[in-house]
């Protein structure tokens, strides 16, 4: 049984959310929550939850205050965020701070369950709106880095590595602890990364990897 937090401050879309997961079998709504930080009180007060689903805007506490927050309360917990928000830098920013998935409120009911048991099975996802949008950008928009191939630069085993890991959103803390190194090491070497492919940013380091076929 799938046990899930709902965190959505809009009554009608947190009912309707509410009413469609109830309808399968292997799903469960542990709690509610209209706020970030309701949803934080229900976890700290007993209630089980493998799967936390939240909205980015809410009151008190944002669905990034959250996600940063449950990954110290149930670092174990999954948590999958439902918004409007469709801008790229909101999708990065949360599996920055430590999202499992991203989905726009747009999803049709059969993507959302399908989402929701794929993140609870330990892998990542992102809407296919989005992914979609975002593939399509990186193929029309030009970029000299990514049109250079990596010839003369070589990467260690341990490099790429990393690279993989940083690609599927993990933070340098959790690539520490997956690689039992400090989080000092990873930076190090994310930097270095970043200096020896001439990247702008990690999210330039990780489209160079990708379109030079160094990580899949």
Avoid: W
């Avoid at 949360?94 to 330990?122: C, D, M, W």
């Avoid at 070589?154 to 933070?171: K, N, P």
Wanted: charged share 20%.
């Amino acid at each position: 049984m799938i046990q899930i937090i709902l965190a959505e401050d809009h009554n009608i879309v947190r009912n309707g959310i509410r009413s469609l997961l109830e309808k399968e079998p292997d799903f469960e709504v542990a709690g509610e929550a209209v706020n970030g930080r309701q949803a934080l009180e229900l976890l700290e007060n007993g209630t089980a939850a493998q799967v936390v689903l939240a909205d980015m805007n809410m009151p008190e506490l944002s669905g990034i205050e959250l996600i940063a927050k449950l990954k110290q309360l149930a670092p174990s917990c999954k948590v999958i965020v439902l918004s409007a928000l469709d801008h790229e830098k909101y999708v990065v920013q949360a599996f920055q701070t430590g999202a499992n998935g991203y989905l726009l409120k747009s999803v049709n009911p059969e993507e959302l369950i399908f989402a929701i048991r794929h993140i609870y099975a330990g892998s990542q996802y992102v809407c296919s709106e989005l992914t979609s949008r975002f593939l399509n950008r990186l193929l029309s928009v030009p970029d000299a880095l990514t049109s250079e191939l990596a010839d003369g630069i070589d990467f260690s085993s341990r490099e790429v590595e990393i690279l993989g890991l940083i690609a599927e959103g993990y933070t340098n803390q959790e690539i520490a602890d997956k690689l039992f190194t400090s989080k000092r090491t990873i930076e190090g070497h994310r930097q270095a990364l970043i200096e020896k492919t001439g990247a702008r940013n990690t999210a330039a380091l990780v489209r160079f990897a990708i379109m030079n076929g160094i990580i899949n």
